[in-house]
T-cell receptor, first 112, second 117 residues
Framework: QKEVEQDPGPLSVPEGAIVSLNCTYS??????FMWYRQYSRKGPELLMY????GNKEDGRFTAQVDKSSKYISLFIRDSQPSDSATYLC????????????FGTGTRLLVSP | SAVISQKPSRDICQRGTSLTIQCQVD?????MFWYRQQPGQSLTLIAT?????????ESGFVIDKFPISRPNLTFSTLTVSNMSPEDSSIYLC??????????????FGPGTRLTVT
């Protein structure tokens, strides 16, 4: 079993839809949770990071962490075609943020 | 954030040869890392590039196959040695930056797409 599980998709939605991307994990020691966006043929770009359980909002993006269920989510409101990319979750127990464990990524397609 | 460049952006190499990938950061950073991203798989940490000392390798990766140099705080190289088709992958450089009093953020370069024939 992988430490971090993420549905590879693709997830296809129409423009304006609310998107929900999710990861589950098995290591209860993880306490820092990140979401990266990766466009085709580009490196991953850090979107948001959350410490422990709770919600964090940044514009159209909301990150949620439920440590009791070992489940994290990224919500995208009013999705745009420019949001089409692969979204990677990452997490670590390392306070130095060095050893990140990544999910395989979910490919999102937002059609106009 | 951090501006990270990698050279080459892509290459096609023959099996048995070696390729050196360069990573340049726009300012000094303490921590630099090398990752591998294979199709359908998650990013996997190869090693931490340490300035002035030998790199620290993760389980499953060895120095003879992936020698790493880090001569200063803005530059690192990763060599993929004696390549086989299984080494075909995207290789990514990343750096760690302090983002607050107690938090950090890890930034990635654009990647080097390697195909071994």
């Amino acid at each position: 079993q992988k430490e971090v599980e993420q549905d590879p998709g693709p997830l296809s939605v129409p423009e304006g839809a609310i998107v929900s991307l999710n990861c589950t994990y098995s290591n209860s020691a993880f306490q820092y949770f990140m979401w990266y966006r990766q466009y085709s043929r580009k490196g991953p770009e850090l979107l948001m990071y959350t410490y422990s359980s709770g919600n964090k909002e940044d514009g159209r993006f909301t990150a949620q962490v439920d440590k009791s269920s070992k489940y994290i989510s990224l919500f995208i409101r009013d999705s745009q075609p420019s949001d089409s990319a692969t979204y990677l979750c990452a997490m670590t127990q390392d306070t130095g943020f060095q050893k990140l464990v990544f999910g395989t990524g979910t490919r999102l397609l937002v059609s106009p | 954030s951090a501006v990270i460049s990698q050279k080459p952006s892509r290459d096609i190499c023959q099996r048995g040869t070696s390729l050196t990938i360069q990573c340049q950061v726009d300012s000094q950073v303490t921590m630099m890392f090398w990752y591998r991203q294979q199709p359908g798989q998650s990013l996997t940490l190869i090693a931490t590039a340490n300035q002035g000392s030998e790199a620290t390798y993760e389980s499953g990766f060895v120095i003879d196959k992936f020698p790493i140099s880090r001569p200063n705080l803005t530059f690192s190289t990763l060599t993929v040695s004696n390549m086989s088709p299984e080494d075909s992958s995207i290789y990514l450089c990343s750096v760690l930056r302090l983002a607050g009093e107690i938090s950090y953020e890890q930034y990635f370069g654009p990647g080097t797409r390697l195909t071994v024939t």
